[in-house]
Structures are given as structure tokens and as C-alpha cells.
């Protein structure tokens, strides 16, 4: 079955200019995850959505937002960009439910540069 | 709370030399315990993962990694290196019967050296 995908690969934004990455999960899965990865901090987590609704956020300003939608496809947006915001944003969906071990499956990311 | 250290941000080694990467980990309750690696430019994939069956797990790629209570302890390891295994590897915990959301460890940059 087709893996995670996310879209766009590769965007370029100035300071102050909001970003919005999509992405679509595994079919039947119905948790999706955010992640922040920069070469100094690493994996950061951003938030979970499940059935719509935000079940785990990270500790991120109020800049960082997501939604998740009833296909279970989700997006997050960026507002008010800043150079720090340069990063690759990592989606993950896993079933979400109770056999789930915390496996995640991830897309190959959208890749941020603001200048 | 849950903790991942991956000690060493690099590691070298020369093409069939054996690969270790450490992981040490800290949870109040049974963990699962996985390992992923990332290539350049791509997500994360999962190697292998501890969730409470043996405590030698077996992987892709040849990678297997032992989970060991006592030292609280899951590193990685591969009998012989080869230049298609070059990447970034993360260690990753959650909690069993808890939260959902692992906790990363830094990553470990594999060099492989003809």
C-alpha cells in the first residue's frame, strides 16, 4: 500500500510569510504526527492528531498549528516565519489505536528554507 | 518521563568492520524500544523494534539490536559494515501501555570508509 506522503518536497519563504505542508497517511491509519528536525536540535515532536481532534502537542509557540481532516490527511501552517523555522518538518501516521506499539511510519518530508 | 542517549554523534568504521551504535534509554515501565536510520534527504524508516518478545531482535539490512534491562541498554549492531549502510540512526522509546509518542534520541552519524 502507497506510504506517506508529503507535499510540497522543497519551499523557499522569507521572514514573515506563513508556510502551509500537507500530508497524507497510510490508508487506515488514523494518527498522524508532527516532528521538527534541525541538525542542532534534532527530532523535536510538534503535535499528534487522531480523528481529527489534537491528542499530543510538543512545546512549540502558538506560530505552529495543524489540522487534521476526516480522510485523516493533515496539515500544519506556520505563521510569521523566522530564519529558526529553517528545517525539515517530518510527518508520521500510525494506527493510533491500542495494538499500536508507537511505530511510526514516516513520509520523506517538506524541506524549509527561509530567508 | 522518558529519555533517549545515543552515545556518539559519529561513528566510523571501514567497510566490513562490525557497526555498533549505543543506545541507552530511561522509562519507569517496560519501554518498546525501536531503531530507525534516515538517508540523505529522506524520512525516517524503521529498522527494528523491542516490544516485549525477545529480547534479540532482528532487523533489515542485517542490523539486530539486544535489549538489556539491567544495563537499560538497546544498541545496534551489524557483524560487517557496508557503504550502503551510511546514515543517520535514531533510537526511539515509548512507553508500553502509555503514551503513543516516542521520544528520539540525537542521532548517530554512520561513516563508512572504503
Known amino acids: 500500500k502507497a506510504g506517506v506522503t508529503q507535499t510540497p518536497r522543497y519551499l523557499i519563504k522569507t521572514r514573515g510569510q506563513q508556510v502551509t505542508l500537507s500530508c497524507s497517511p497510510i490508508?487506515?491509519?488514523?494518527?498522524v504526527s508532527w516532528y521538527q528536525q534541525t541538525p542542532g536540535q534534532g527530532l523535536q515532536f510538534l503535535f499528534e492528531?487522531?480523528?481529527?481532534?489534537?491528542?499530543n502537542k510538543g512545546n512549540f509557540p502558538g506560530r505552529f498549528s495543524g489540522r487534521q481532516f476526516s480522510n485523516s490527511r493533515s496539515e500544519m501552517n506556520v505563521s510569521t516565519l523566522e530564519l529558526g523555522d529553517s528545517a525539515l518538518y517530518l510527518c508520521?501516521?500510525?494506527?493510533?489505536?491500542?495494538?499500536?506499539?508507537?511505530?511510526?511510519?514516516f513520509g520523506e518530508g517538506s524541506r524549509l528554507t527561509v530567508l | 518521563a522518558q529519555s533517549v542517549t545515543q552515545l556518539g554523534s559519529h561513528v566510523s568504521v571501514s567497510e566490513g568492520a562490525l557497526v555498533l551504535l549505543r543506545c541507552n534509554y530511561s522509562?519507569?515501565?517496560?519501554?518498546?524500544l525501536f531503531w530507525y536510520v534516515q538517508y540523505p534527504n529522506q524520512g525516517l524508516q524503521l529498522l527494528l523494534k523491542?516490544?516485549?518478545?525477545?529480547?534479540l531482535v532482528k532487523g533489515i539490512n542485517g542490523f539486530e539490536a539486544e535489549f538489556k534491562k539491567s544495563e537499560t541498554s538497546f544498541h545496534l549492531t551489524k557483524p560487517s559494515a557496508h557503504m550502503s549502510d551510511a546514515a543517520e540512526y535514531f533510537c526511539?522509546?515509548?512507553?508500553?501501555?502509555?503514551?503513543?509518542?516516542?521520544?528520539f534520541g540525537r542521532g548517530t552519524s554512520l561513516i563508512v570508509h572504503p
Open positions: 508520521a501516521s500510525s494506527s493510533g489505536t491500542g495494538s499500536n506499539t508507537g511505530e511510526l511510519f
Open positions: 490508508s487506515g491509519h488514523r494518527s
Open positions: 492528531y487522531f480523528s481529527e481532534t489534537q491528542r
Open positions: 522509562s519507569s515501565v517496560p519501554p518498546y
Open positions: 523491542y516490544t516485549s518478545a525477545a529480547t
Open positions: 526511539a522509546v515509548t512507553r508500553s501501555g502509555g503514551s503513543y509518542i516516542p521520544t
